[in-house]
């Protein structure tokens, strides 16, 4: 299996354009264009980015953060339904909540959001839809999205490499620097009130 390298992103959110940033970005050429849906679990005990996409629960937790605030994210955990209570348990640990006491053996998507997520106080799903308008800059990915969250519009344009210096090169070359970093969790537990 393939050595994963932790990427380190800048990412900022907002309900307009980026400014001079979305025009530089856009004349680099075109962009390839991805849609998807996904459920992120929210816990109002952790950062950790937890998600559903593709039928995988997929988890990162934040390695990292270096001096001009990007972002280190590490995946840990891809993992199919039904989901089972080893599996489980890794779960709600990267959710920094006791796990509940489990009637199944194992939960379907259905399962689990119902029968564990939506009853827990500290818990919540969000409904999330992406339109993702990627580039290449200077080897980076760079991106400009359109997203909802249950429902509610956000506009968002993220750098991602390996090298931090990089992200930062191109984040500067962009004239994004002047709007903060944002990552998607603190973007969602905003719009849907989550402390």
Known sequence: MAEIIPRWEWRTFGSGAFGAGEDLIRA????????????????AQS???TKVRDGLMDIKTLKAVDANALEQWNPILKAEFPLAA???????AAFGVPMPALARASYSFEQ???????PHPDLAAVDVAKVR???????????????????TPRRT??????DPALVWSVV?????DGFENVNYLRAMK???GMA
């Open 47 to 49: 950062m950790n980015n």
């Open 112 to 118: 689990y959001l119902g029968e564990l997520v939506a």
């Open 190 to 192: 905003a719009v849907v």
């Open 157 to 162: 344009v993220a750098v991602e490499h390996e």
């Open 28 to 43: 680099t050429g075109a962009a390839r264009t991805r849609q998807s849906t996904e459920v992120y679990i929210l816990s």
């Open 133 to 151: 308008h990627g580039y290449v800059i200077d080897g980076t990915i760079v991106e400009i999205a359109e997203v909802t969250f249950n429902g």
């Open 172 to 176: 500067r070359r962009l004239q994004l």
């Open 86 to 92: 080893a599996t489980l348990e890794g779960i709600f």
